[in-house]
């Protein structure tokens, strides 16, 4: 009996999590949700299976329709992010990102990766994936609005130190790192250059951000389920040489992982179809809300971060929250009050504020899924603005705003959008 109670137990709380969920404005930048065709293939027999190796050469018997589901999905992403070589078989974003590293960083090596406190992710870092190959980090200078690469200090820097391996890409990412201005230098060193494209896939696959492969970078780790709207897991890419990507895919597997997690990769096939058709309109009234809601913020006495260069340039806003209490006070008040995103460390603050510091990151990818716009980044900038500098619950009022916005937008949801609506709305965005 107890053990019936358990299980009830767990079943109840999935239930108040996803009750829960729908009921609040989530504006955690690394997340996002999938459609319901999506979702829906979840949970099939695949769930229980094996698929190593590639389609057409596994190890196991009974792999034929994962052979061409995975064929399918790989076929699509190639054409999406138009290149030679795609790995999905990574099963996250830092499982990619180990796959990669673990090839091009040997012991010693000097690595120049994003600071964390300049956004930089921590599988770059001492204590993440990097750390494992080689202690010796660098991190790249920045600009005095902590938000940019600072390109001549950095080709100085390069012109001193030997570099071998370059990490550009981030978590708290508000405007293109500058690949094509470092590229040809990398190329001359020797240099290799790794885009990490977690937080911006989707982005970039609706042609909204700036396109790694093509400025340069040799290879892109990602993962597929922030901006890029689909299931958690990881992809690599890129135009190398084969024989250069024999390495990668091994990186992949045997390196990284041994089975894939078949049950997500379906989703993602499905995802992959989604963005063909949704990504640009998607990407473009994301980066339209980015910029809408830290507009908005500021506008009601918000100290939102990079001002001088239009705040964003991808689904991210950063505030300063020092005055209000911190990041870690303000991410909680927000949370009691239905409204969910996280504390981030800001370009210098000291690591040491780790726990409280200076930030607070908003990604508004998830609420644009579920159709907000413009008009809903003021609502939702007034919510903030009550709660934390009127001292209001609003608790109640996010729910019932949020009741309007159940059904995901750019998706073959039934109950939603056809095609054809798709893609008037597409060129209504492009029309605007
Ligand atoms: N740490 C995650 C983020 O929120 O950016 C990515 O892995």
């Not at 690469?149 to 293109?176: A, C, H, R, W």
Request: glycine share 8%; net charge negative.
């Amino acid at each position: 009996m107890i053990y019936q109670r358990n299980i009830e137990r767990i079943e109840e709380l999935v239930k108040t999590q996803n009750e829960w969920r729908m009921s609040t404005i989530n504006l955690i930048a690394s997340e996002n949700v999938m459609s319901k065709r999506a979702r829906g293939v979840m949970g099939s027999d695949f769930c229980h299976r094996y698929a190593e190796g590639h389609p057409g050469e596994r190890y196991y018997q009974g792999t034929e329709i994962i052979d061409e589901i995975e064929a399918r999905v790989k076929q699509h992403l190639k054409s999406l992010f138009d290149c030679k070589h795609l790995d999905v078989r990574p099963i996250s974003g830092t499982v990619a990102n180990d796959a990669v590293f673990s090839r091009y960083i040997k012991p010693g090596d000097i690595v120049m990766v994003n600071s964390t406190s300049g956004g930089g992710h921590i599988s770059h870092h001492r204590h993440g994936s990097v750390g494992k190959y080689s202690s010796n980090i660098i991190n790249f200078p920045l600009t005095a609005d902590g938000y940019h690469i600072d390109v001549k200090e950095t080709i100085n820097i390069l012109q001193k130190v030997p570099v071998k391996v370059m990490i550009m890409g981030k978590s708290l990412y508000l405007f293109p790192d500058p690949v094509k201005e470092l590229a040809p230098i990398c190329r001359e060193n020797g240099i290799v250059l790794i885009y990490d494209a977690a937080h911006v896939l989707g982005l970039i696959a609706g042609k909204r951000f700036q396109n790694p492969l093509r400025e340069g970078a040799q290879v892109v780790n990602a993962s597929t389920h922030k901006t890029f709207f689909g299931s958690q897991r990881g992809i690599i890419f890129s135009n190398m040489k084969d024989s250069d990507w024999a390495k990668i895919d091994k990186g992949a597997f045997p390196g990284s992982s041994s089975n894939h997690h078949l049950d997500t990769l379906v989703s993602l096939a499905i995802t992959t179809f989604e963005y063909m058709v949704f990504g640009e309109a998607y990407a473009e009234q994301v980066i339209r809300n980015a910029k809408a809601l830290a507009a908005a913020l500021e506008a009601r006495g918000f100290n939102v971060e990079a001002k001088e260069f239009g705040y964003t340039e991808s689904h991210q806003v950063a505030v300063n929250v020092k005055e209000l209490g911190g990041g870690d006070e303000v991410s909680r008040v927000l949370k009691d009050n239905n409204i969910i995103l996280n504390m981030n460390l800001l370009p210098f603050d000291p690591l040491g504020k780790v726990s409280n510091p200076s930030g607070i990151r908003i990604g508004v990818q998830e609420m644009t899924r579920f159709g907000m716009q413009e008009r809903e980044m003021e609502m939702i900038a007034d919510f903030m603005k009550h709660c934390l500098m009127d001292g209001k619950f609003v608790g109640d009022d996010v729910k019932d705003f949020r009741k309007d916005y159940q059904v995901i937008w750019y998706s073959f949801d039934e109950d939603f959008i056809s095609l054809e609506n798709s893609q008037q709305l597409r060129s209504s965005h492009v029309e605007a």
